[in-house]
């Protein structure tokens, strides 16, 4: 990791060296300040995303469900991982397993926590089976969030169950520009970050590192630091086509004083988290009529849980890896029939490794979507999948959005669709040498979901409202029991449930520089058959573990240059859980809801550029009301935390 580290900031002092000796008139102060008073973007009818659709399309035309927070929002929040920036997303539920480092996982719509597909500039960073872990994953060099609620197994495959969640990282503008930071606080914690951007002719690129250390808030072992390292180039073949490539690593070690129970009793359990991503794409606007993207990622995931032998929790030294990779490969190609409609055909290749174990298995899947549009105010998507695994059945995905513009302002959506999750190494092979045995004959998990809803899209950022109802059904979860005949699978696709809820947000901008905004979620869940073996996370008639019957968030934000103030007041509501006992015993209970106020300052100090760049003092604080809350049963979570630090930009 040090050898990875220095090379890339070898790279970026290298390259901006070389800008600023060989300053173009495109980086001169007068140029850059011309950039900066460049409008922005006046409202929803000038945001485009490409996740709904594969295809940058305005927002207006989207009939999914679709948020999309910008790098301006996260830096406003002051948040400095992504679960934070998820929280305030509707429809959305985080919980982490105690202290910082703490397992993370997110609940969108009453789903299960694996039915989120994750991307990082379009490649998936799920491990094989959905489960994905937020703990570690840092808002640095991030230039925009994309999230979808609802299912997308038709653009994406396996694991897009209830949301698709991509993160965008920077391209590089103009001349050579950057941030730096520093900052600490509570519980012996420190933060270093920073970025480098910029673009000369045809190459355009942005580096961003990240560096952060806490003792936690245990008084036994408890540390966690984690490095992450990403970076984006471009390269302008010509004026049609492009080469781009990505890496992102990241590093995390925690120490874990909890036992399964949530008691802070382990002086000797470690873990150790490191993850590659790696990614070149090729994009090329052939003529008028048709475009095509072909694109390759990798991704590696290493993890480590080891104790020491200490007398009071571990009786003796226990050592455990998992080594999983991702090999993808995807070729798009767009068509356009007319002005009025937009065919997308493509075809996916991937190949998922566990290595320790030498197990492995590959999936082909086929995709055709058509985006139509009428009179400028009908937008009409509809799509077909065919995906074929080489370890689990195959599946057929659909889905189709309507969105109808009733003027100028005023849109009522609609989607359905279904969706599945690909079961995971040890639902298919067990693990024979404790003597538990999977299957492959296990179906997919899946989805079917519709949702409607009506937005507010002003022309502006004055105003804007949006509603939606959602209605999913899930089937053919899978159960481990060990009430099951000798050698026999102890997985078993046998439960049923259902989620039904509303979705609300909101803004309002009073004054110049001065937003106010909210969003709501009630969700109600039920498990509607639990199967005829008896299971512990499934209990007919009753709701899903760790699923808030209400979510909602409040946010106050004032920015004015480079001066930012923020607010957020979030609040989840009463939820079931499993409390685990030292006797191995368990008991069904009901965690609390709670309240929690997060607080961002940024002020300048000194400013030395017509273009703003300067100094600036960062406050921060979370949980400032020092609230006791649970969000995994039997885990404490972080009380009162205060930081403050430096930030400079040039």
Not at 97 to 105: A, E, I, L, M
């Amino acid at each position: 990791m040090n050898i990875r580290f220095a090379y890339v900031i070898v790279l970026c002092v290298w390259i901006g060296q070389g800008f600023a000796q060989t300053t173009s008139k495109s980086d001169t102060p007068e140029k850059k300040e011309e950039q900066a008073s460049q409008p922005r973007a006046s409202g929803p009818h000038d945001t485009v995303t490409v996740t709904a659709t594969r295809n940058p399309t305005p927002l207006p035309q989207i009939g999914q469900a679709i948020t999309v927070i910008t790098a301006e929002e996260i830096e406003a929040q002051g948040a400095r991982d992504v679960l934070q920036i998820l929280e305030t997303v509707p429809g959305f539920s985080v919980a982490r397993t105690g202290s910082f480092g703490g397992n993370t996982s997110v609940f969108v719509r009453g789903g299960e926590s694996d039915f989120n597909l994750v991307l990082i500039d379009g490649v998936q960073v799920n491990q094989p089976g959905g489960a994905f872990d937020f703990a570690d994953l840092t808002t640095t060099n991030i230039e925009q969030i994309e999230v979808v609620r609802g299912p997308a197994s038709v653009l994406y495959g396996a694991d897009a169950v209830t949301s698709v969640i991509n993160i965008i990282t920077r391209k590089g503008q103009g001349g050579p520009s950057g941030r730096l930071q520093v900052e600490g606080g509570s519980f012996d914690s420190y933060l270093f970050q920073g970025n480098l951007q910029g673009a000369l002719k045809q190459l355009h690129y942005s580096f961003g590192a990240h560096y952060s250390k806490s003792d936690g808030f245990f008084d036994l072992n408890n540390q966690y630091d984690k490095v992450e390292l990403s970076g984006n180039t471009i390269f302008d073949l010509t004026s049609t086509s492009f080469l781009k490539g990505n890496f992102r690593f990241s590093d995390s070690d925690s120490h874990f004083p909890t036992s399964g129970t949530g008691a802070v009793v382990d002086p000797n359990d470690f873990r150790k988290t490191d993850e590659r991503l790696y990614s070149l794409s090729y994009q090329n606007q052939v003529n008028r009529t048709y475009s095509t993207n072909v694109q390759y990622g990798y991704y590696a995931r290493d993890f480590r849980s080891f104790s020491l032998e200490d007398g009071i929790v571990d009786f003796f030294d226990s050592d455990f890896t998992t080594r999983e990779n991702r090999h993808y490969m995807d070729w798009q190609n767009n068509l356009q029939l007319g002005h009025r409609s937009l065919l997308t055909a493509g075809v996916s290749f991937e190949r998922e490794e566990l290595e320790q174990t030498d197990e492995s298995r590959h999936s082909v899947g086929v995709y055709l979507q058509n985006q139509w549009s009428w009179a400028d105010r009908v937008f009409l998507t509809g799509g077909l999948r065919f995906d074929q695994n080489s370890r689990f059945r195959s599946f057929t995905s659909g889905s189709a959005s309507l969105a109808y513009l009733l003027n100028r302002d005023w849109k009522v959506r609609t989607s359905i669709g279904n969706g599945f999750r690909a079961p995971n190494f040890i639902e298919i092979v067990g693990l024979p040498d404790f003597g538990i045995l999977g299957s492959t004959e296990l179906n997919p998990e899946k989805n079917i979901a519709a949702d409607f809803g009506i937005d507010y899209l002003p022309t502006t950022h004055g105003f804007g409202l949006s509603a939606t109802a959602f209605f999913n059904r899930f089937s053919d979860l899978i159960e481990f029991s060990f009430a099951v005949p000798t050698g026999t699978s102890n997985y078993l696709n046998i439960e049923r449930a259902k989620s039904e809820g509303l979705e609300l947000s909101g803004f309002a901008s009073p004054a110049d520089r001065l937003r106010l905004g909210g969003q709501y979620t009630l969700t109600t869940t039920e498990v509607t058959d639990s199967g005829t073996v008896p299971g512990g996370s499934f209990v007919e008639g009753e709701r899903l573990l760790r699923r808030p019957r209400h979510l909602a968030g409040l946010f106050a934000q004032f920015t004015q240059t480079r001066t930012k103030f923020r607010v957020d007041l979030h609040f989840k509501g009463s939820r079931d859980d499993v409390q685990f006992f030292p006797d191995f015993s368990s008991a069904r209970v009901i965690l609390p809801s709670y309240w929690k106020l997060n607080v961002s300052v940024t002020i300048p100090v000194l400013k030395y550029s017509d273009t703003g760049d300067g100094v600036a003092v960062i406050f921060r604080g979370e949980n400032i009301l020092n609230k006791q809350y649970e969000e995994v049963a039997g885990f404490e979570s972080p009380g009162r935390s205060l930081f403050a630090g430096l930030q400079m930009t040039f």
